[in-house]
């Protein structure tokens, strides 16, 4: 068997474990050097850096793991690999975002000046990549697209949903970006993107509006601006557009990259302060 292979996890020891299982060996038969010790990344999920090791000699071999078991660990490791350089390149991890086109689909809403048809070809590449990065985290699930020129919805159903979403949504929202990413890599056109699992997104969008009109009646009635906490791209333009209409006050984005603050301000022109009397103003004589 070759040495200096190198194989990757969450931490050295998960490392030194899938390279056990993939050589079919005991841990004290396996001697290596550490390459990197990783890092937890975004949500553990995105920006991952994995643990790497490489294998220096290996004590007592052994070769009797089955054909088909060996090519199904192959198949796996080869499979997160990819995921993880297709994480690199949606994340643009060698460049810089570009926050104008974030901008533009942020404040998109109700009126197009796009007539081009959105490509198939953009859309099925990420369903595709979804399906993969979805089958490596749980089993049995079913995804959905629906889709019209401006944007692609994908929904998940089944499978372990609480881990798909994560914390507060963020394994979710991590996923959502990723495949943003690679859609409108290959897209003639700027592309609103949803990933939603069971209607949780749904759920949190409803939540937004209403917090929306919430913060927008109190600035109506302080007349100072208000200040909403980070979020993506997708959180601001429902705020965005759930005041789109309101004429008292508007939206704007502060900050910069992808996660943002949104205030919500009062429009000068529509609140009137009375005027005190002025008592100093020179009184005029009536016999003039």
Known sequence: MKTGMEFEGKNVENAVENACE?????????????????????????????????????????????????KRTENDYEGRSEIVSLVDEAFNVNGSGNNKNEYAIEKSGEKSGENKKLSKEPADLGLDILKRIVNLITDDTDITVEQDNEKVAFQINGGNSSVLIGKKGQNLEAIQYIIDKVINRHSEKRVIVEVDVEDYFQKRKEKLVELAEKLAEKVKKTRKPSTLKQMNIQERRIIHLALKKDRSVRTQSIGDGYYRKLVIIPKKGNFRKSRPANNNRPKVNAEN
Request: glycine fraction near 8%; aromatic fraction near 6%; hydrophobic fraction near 35%.
């Open 22 to 70: 993939k050589l079919n060996i005991n841990k004290n038969e396996l001697k290596y050097d550490v390459i990197s010790n990783g890092s937890s990344g975004i949500f553990g999920l995105v920006r991952l850096k994995k643990a790497k090791i490489k294998v220096l000699t290996i004590d007592g071999f052994k070769n009797d793991q089955p054909v088909e078991d060996r």
